[in-house]
């Protein structure tokens, strides 16, 4: 059954540091987004991508966040400058309509 | 603020019963309703979508939704242990570009 994959599983990085976060995505699904999840709280959108460009994204997603698609398969959500509040962990969905299928998610820690 | 709202729990049932899982929602635009399964440290998994008022099984899961009453339900025949988990209810609206989460009810089956 196709599903969506996550690398890396746990990225830890200083404060200040820009990371990439890596998915892909379903093959035939149109539909990207990301979430996060900080421990303990909801599942909050983040960004939603589809024909190149994003279509909705919520208050979270400021300036020092931005995602692409570079490539047929691979979506990638990047933080500029990372900051401790950042440290969360991070899911990737994507769907062919509206029933959203997450990946497995990657554990970010902000030191 | 678009809200989803759901008693937190635990929702603690023996097993064999029926859970009941309860959530509501402020936006009356809403279309789209969704349940989400979330093991501890795991990624939301989709259980079942619903857009019309009534009922809709599955297995043994009955999702019921009352737009009027801006009101989603899960219930869980015959539960089991392996039940046990936070269970998500989301919110679609604006077309496919955005999911609203409540917090989730954790879920305890008593062997």
């Known amino acids: 059954e196709p599903e969506v994959t996550q690398t890396p599983s746990h990225q830890v990085t200083q404060m200040g540091q820009e990371v990439i976060l890596r998915c892909v995505p379903i093959?035939?699904?149109?539909?990207f987004y990301w979430y996060r999840q900080i421990l303990g709280q909801k599942v909050e959108f983040l960004v939603s991508?589809?024909?190149?460009?994003?279509?909705?994204k919520s208050e979270i997603f400021d300036d020092q966040f931005s995602v692409e698609r570079p490539d047929g398969s691979n979506f990638t959500l990047k933080i500029r400058s990372t900051k401790l509040e950042d440290s969360a962990m991070y899911f990737c969905a994507s769907s062919e309509s509206d029933e959203q299928f997450f990946g497995p998610g990657t554990r970010l820690t902000v030191l | 603020q678009k809200e989803v709202e759901q008693n937190s729990g635990p929702l603690s049932v023996p097993e064999g019963a029926i859970a009941s899982l309860n959530c509501t929602y402020s936006?009356?635009?809403?279309?789209?309703f969704f349940w989400y399964r979330q093991y501890s440290g795991k990624s939301p998994e989709l259980i079942m979508s619903?857009?019309?008022?009534g009922d809709k099984e599955d297995g043994r899961f009955t999702a019921q939704l009352n737009k009027a009453s801006q009101y989603v339900s899960l219930l869980i025949r015959d539960s089991q242990p392996s039940d046990s988990a936070t269970y998500l209810c989301a919110v679609n609206t604006g077309g496919y570009q955005k999911v609203t989460f409540g917090i989730g009810t954790k879920l305890q089956v008593i062997p």
């Open positions: 936006d009356r635009g809403s279309q789209s």
């Open positions: 991508f589809y024909n190149n460009e994003i279509s909705e």
């Open positions: 093959s035939n699904h149109l539909y």
């Open positions: 619903i857009y019309s008022n």
